[in-house]
């Protein structure tokens, strides 16, 4: 099943209780109607997906929602070598497209674009966001890559004037969990635990991750009885 397409709200919320993921097996029959369940709520909305550093490849879940599901996806001239002035401006390419309130599906540093971009900036109506595994840069691995803590941390955590859910892995070198709960604490945001996959990058082994799209379907509904798209 293929959809690869290049189309296609809210307060900020109190943080509730971490939520744990399981990996419930799935056959390409269920896998199909999440599928169809998660784009027939999307109908009101441009998902825009954010890739973090070196992009995602093409095994990333990313990568298979793109093509998926109907969506915009974000795209940089340096993967390798960010700035945060240069990828808002690839961020703001991105949503001059969008006719419909946004909701992001950003990982990484994608994520930390999306929480400082966006706090900001009232001129596209945003829906709600999933910022998966929100880089810390303030971590040991984020101060491994030099200038990333300079070019793009905010001046300090605040509220996201829209829906948020953080999802963190148990065991990810970028994001301890102490700190996706400080991260999804001061974003207002709920935070949910995807279980141990690392990165939930290019590396983790979690496929087209049917329970990230259990997720983002869930979140979807709550957003479709707060929000009237025009």
């Known amino acids: 099943m293929t ?14 209780p971490a939520m744990m993921g399981q990996d419930f097996p799935t056959s390409p029959d269920e896998t199909a109607a999440l599928v169809r369940r998660v784009r027939d709520l999307l109908v009101p909305y441009d998902l825009v997906i954010v890739p973090g550093l070196h992009d995602s490849g093409p095994q990333h879940w990313q990568s298979r929602w793109h093509a998926l599901l109907p969506s ?4 940089q001239a340096d993967w390798d070598h960010p700035t945060y002035d240069m ?5 703001e390419r991105t949503l001059a497209h969008c006719r419909r309130p946004v909701v992001f599906a950003a990982h990484s540093l994608g994520a930390i ?6 706090r900001a900036r009232a001129q596209v109506p945003v829906a709600g966001a999933l910022l998966v595994a929100p880089a810390d840069l303030h971590g040991p691995r984020a101060q491994q890559v ?29 994001l301890s969990p102490a700190r996706a709960r400080d991260l999804a604490a001061g974003w207002g945001a709920r935070l949910l635990t995807a279980g141990a ?24 509904e709550t957003l479709s009885s707060t929000h009237t798209a025009p």
């Open 3 to 16: 959809f690869n397409a290049s189309l296609r709200p809210g307060a900020a919320h109190v943080p509730a």
């Open 113 to 118: 674009l999306v929480a400082r971009r966006m």
């Open 87 to 91: 990828w808002a401006q690839g961020l």
């Open 197 to 220: 996959h690392g990165h939930l990058g290019n590396a983790s082994t979690v496929g087209a991750w049917e329970q990230g799209l259990r997720w983002l379907a869930e979140f979807l």
């Open 146 to 174: 030099p200038g990333l803590l300079r070019h793009f941390a905010p001046p300090a955590l605040a509220p996201l004037p829209f829906a948020t859910r953080v999802i963190a892995s148990s065991d990810d070198e970028w």
């Open 72 to 75: 915009r996806r974000v795209r």
